[in-house]
């Protein structure tokens, strides 16, 4: 199995997850997040004044895969959330070791 974690702009989540339910992934656990990369922040003005965060909103998807989905699941984040400017985003899978169901108590693969 595989722990796949996604930063991408929160404009893009709605494609993702329409995308993602389309290949057949069922759940995930979607984050509110902030931060910075290459892009560095930005700057913007309210109330007539200028200034800059160095902070920038993302979201942050988490998603169990098998081993045998988890690349297709990476494909499609990566295909739906480009919009081929700075701040796109990241991906990173790691290996899960276990998963279990709290409702059923079913582990594995068909826990997921």
């Keep these: ?3 796949i974690i ?3 702009k929160p404009f893009k989540l709605d494609e ?3 995308a993602l339910s389309g ?7 979607v984050t509110e ?5 290459r892009q560095k922040g930005q700057t913007e003005i309210y109330r007539g004044a200028e200034y800059s965060t160095n902070m920038l909103p993302k979201v942050k998807l988490e ?8 690349p297709q699941v990476v494909e499609t984040i990566s295909a739906v ?16 070791a276990s998963a279990t169901r709290i409702r059923t108590g ?7």
């Excluded at 997040?33 to 990369?37: A, L, Q």
Aim: hydrophobic fraction near 55%.
């Design 23 to 29: 290949i057949g992934i069922a759940g995930m656990t």
């Design 63 to 70: 998603i169990a895969a098998s081993d045998a989905v988890a």
């Design 81 to 96: 959330a480009r919009t081929e400017a700075i701040g796109d985003g990241k991906i990173f899978v790691l290996d899960l």
């Design 1 to 3: 199995m595989k722990f």
């Design 6 to 8: 996604a930063v991408i």
């Design 33 to 37: 997040v902030k931060g910075f990369g």
């Design 16 to 18: 993702v997850r329409e």
């Design 106 to 112: 079913e582990t594995g693969d068909t826990a997921l």
